[in-house]
């Protein structure tokens, strides 16, 4: 009976333990090598425009789609000279920081509109 208790205050334990570091808020330090907002807002312009090529030529497998993508996301890094580690720590940083995303993003959609009216026929 002591065994039981104690496990169940154990448990108690660790779940509130988890609950807490779940809960906490993210961290405000920026992680090194920080892509800048209008960096990240070229590379995530390019990004969704690559996943739009690739949804645009209908490719049959899934596996065909994400190896298409992979190739041009690889491109994209190589273009802007960035590491995908890099790319998702700046990803990760700018999300838990609703704010600066919402910056970012009006920037993307600027951009996307700019390169929508470029290529609509007069």
């Not at 892509?35 to 390019?46: N, P, Q, V």
């Not at 720590?89 to 959609?109: D, G, L, R």
Request: charged residues 25%; glycine residues 0%.
């Amino acid at each position: 009976m002591h065994r039981n208790l104690f496990q169940r205050h154990l448990w108690s334990l660790l779940l509130s333990g988890w609950l807490v570091s779940a809960c906490t808020a993210p961290e405000n330090k920026p992680p090194d090598n920080l892509i800048s907002e209008e960096r990240m807002a070229d590379i995530l312009t390019e990004v969704h425009m690559a996943e739009a090529r690739i949804s645009r030529i209908n490719l049959r497998s899934v596996d065909s789609s994400q190896i298409a993508y992979k190739h041009l996301e690889d491109q994209i890094f190589k273009k802007f000279a960035v590491d995908t580690a890099t790319y998702r720590k700046s990803y990760i940083f700018y999300s838990s920081h609703p704010t600066n995303m919402e910056a970012i993003y009006k920037q993307v959609t600027d951009k996307l509109q700019k390169k929508t009216k470029m290529k609509k026929p007069l």
